[in-house]
Structures are given as C-alpha cells and as structure tokens.
C-alpha cells in the first residue's frame, strides 16, 4: 500500500450501507468536506439527522451500479458479504478506489487510525490486519501528541510566506524555521504562555511574528479542549 492524503473537499463519496461503521465513514469524510452520498433501506439516526440538515444526501432504497458515478471513493459498509464483493468488483471496473468493511482482500485503500488536531495528523495503518492494534497505537500516540501540535502547524502555515518572502536562499529559510522551533515551544503553547511565545516570535521574525500569533488567537477564541483561550 503506499500511503497518501487525499484532498476530498467537495469530491462524491458514497458510502453504501446505513449501519454504525457506515455512520463513522459519514461522519469521517463530512468532516473533510467531501460531498457524502449514503444509499441504504435504513440508516443510523445519526446519518439521518445529517441527512435533514442537508449535510448529507441519503437514497432510502438498495445500491445499485449508476449510484458510482462520479464517485470518487466508495464505501461498502454493509451487511450482506455478496453486495459487498459486487460493490468492490463493479468499483474496480469504474476505476474508482473502494474501501470493503472487515474484507481487506477487496479493498484497493484502507482507512488508517488518525489523531488529527487541524492540520496535524497521525496516522496509523495495519494493512487492514489488525484495526484493534492500530486504534490501540493511537490511543498511545494520542497521550503525546495534543492540540498543541494544531496549534504549531498553523501558526508555522501563517509564517511561512513571511519567512519565504524574507530569506533569499535554502539555507537561510532552513535556518530561521529550526530557530522558530525551539525546544520548548509546544510547552509554551501547551501551558498558554502566550506572551513568552510573542516575543520568541518577535526576535526571530520581527513584529509580523506576534500579529500572526494574535491573528490566531483571535481566529480561534475557544478552549484548550481544541484550540486556544485565554492565559491564566
């Protein structure tokens, strides 16, 4: 398998099938924007509220072929072993890579384990062999790695226009991002040391670095569940 991250935003993605593993597909892929298409006779209540707030569209009736065009990955997440290898054979001969629940001979992708905090993310893959093992890895994982990675990532996303635009060569470019991440600064945010961050930020880049860093916290205004709040 050779790993890859796929943007999806706005791509057809169906999923077939209406039970909970179809419900965590669904929920997975609205949260990377991707159009979701369910077709099922039932669905989880879960996938039907998404569905009557237009997040998402459900055909209430059994698959049939024409439900994968235009797709651009499928989903076959239901009960019956016979639709579940017609789903993956039909998607083959369309070209288009399908994920089979709990068969991962049929499977042309699977789907790894994530952490994800924003931009950062984790991700844990087994070939399909052993998802306990690697929901268990995760679980380790997400012990070190918390939102403070988020918030990095994007805070090292906004600087690095100003960075590109000041340094003229590689090595000065390389130079300034590993004096930008000094060994404490995932502390710094960890703890909202806000302002020891602000005035790293300000030797190293100038003033630009503490108005993108107030940017952000004023962009973000939520909690350290997720995101930033306000230092005590």
């Given amino acids: 398998m050779y790993p890859v991250v796929l943007d999806i935003t706005d791509k057809k993605c169906l999923v077939v099938g209406g039970g909970p593993v179809a419900c965590r597909k669904v929920e997975g892929l609205l949260g990377a924007g991707a159009r979701v298409v369910i077709v099922s006779p039932e669905v989880e209540p879960e ?3 998404l569905a009557q707030q237009g997040r998402c569209r459900w055909h209430r009736r059994e698959y049939a072929p024409e439900d994968l065009k235009g797709a651009f990955l499928v989903f076959a ?5 016979a639709l579940q290898q017609q789903i993956a054979l ?3 001969r369309a070209g288009i890579p399908v994920n089979v629940v709990d068969q991962p001979k049929l499977c042309t992708f699977h789907v790894p384990a994530t952490i994800r905090h924003g931009d950062f993310l984790l991700a844990i893959a087994t070939g399909g062999n052993s998802p306990a093992l690697a929901a268990r890895v995760r679980r380790e994982l997400e012990r070190q790695y918390g939102p403070e990675y988020g918030i990095l990532v994007r805070l090292l996303g906004r600087l690095r226009p100003l960075i590109l635009e000041r340094c003229a060569t590689q ?3 390389k130079t300034l991002f590993q004096n930008i991440l000094h060994d ?6 960890r703890e909202q040391r806000w302002e020891r961050l602000r005035i790293h930020l300000e030797d190293i ?5 503490g108005e993108v860093l ?5 962009e973000e205004g939520t909690d350290h569940s997720g995101h ?3 230092g005590c």
């Fill in 184 to 189: 404490d600064i995932l502390c710094w945010i």
């Fill in 228 to 230: 930033m709040k306000e």
């Fill in 214 to 218: 107030s940017r952000i916290r004023q």
């Fill in 171 to 173: 090595a000065e470019r």
């Fill in 47 to 49: 996938i039907q509220a």
């Fill in 205 to 209: 880049v100038g003033a630009e670095g």
């Fill in 77 to 81: 997440a239901t009960s019956d072993p």
């Fill in 90 to 92: 039909e998607g083959g």
